[in-house]
């Protein structure tokens, strides 16, 4: 049966506030983006990703539910270069709904599980983001008349 997913900036318009979400994705060849042809290559990684199979996904997962820290699925930012996205392909992220306070037990909890003391990743192909409310309503200018 099919599924609404949100897309990550509007859960954040939503709750109004930054939103934290986990992305798993392969290691590209390079994070430098020089050119077109070069970011239609990293996202033709991303798409053929199959994150069901991502043993680092599942396992994330668990120590999620084992540690009641609430998470849905959603989907990356809702527009690109101004134009909505209509048929984003859902790539596995997972919105993680606690705040964004690195005081708050449950958010240090998750930053020492997913992160080293630098701050580098633990896990290949996860990677720990955060999207600042300012970003979320810039994605939303014109949320009510997209369609018209």
């Not at 934290?20 to 798409?47: A, G, N, R």
């Not at 994150?51 to 809702?78: A, H, M, T």
Request: glycine share 6%.
């Amino acid at each position: 049966m099919p599924q609404v997913i949100q897309f990550i900036d509007e859960i954040g318009r939503e709750k109004q506030r930054a939103v934290l979400y986990i992305e798993f994705y392969p290691k590209p060849e390079s994070d430098i983006v020089d050119s077109y042809e070069t970011y239609e290559k990293l996202e033709k990684q991303v798409y053929e990703f199959d994150y069901r199979k991502s043993k680092n996904r599942q396992f994330v997962i668990d120590w999620l539910d084992e540690n009641k820290i609430p998470y849905y699925e959603c989907g990356r930012f809702s527009k690109f270069g101004g134009f909505i996205k209509l048929h984003e392909k859902y790539l596995g992220n997972l919105y993680i709904d606690i705040p964004f306070d690195r005081e708050n037990p449950d958010y240090m909890k998750l930053e020492e599980f997913l992160e080293n003391p630098d701050g580098t990743f633990k896990f290949k192909n996860v990677r720990f983001c955060y999207v600042a409310l300012e970003v979320a309503m810039e994605y939303g200018d014109g949320d009510e008349d997209e369609f018209d």
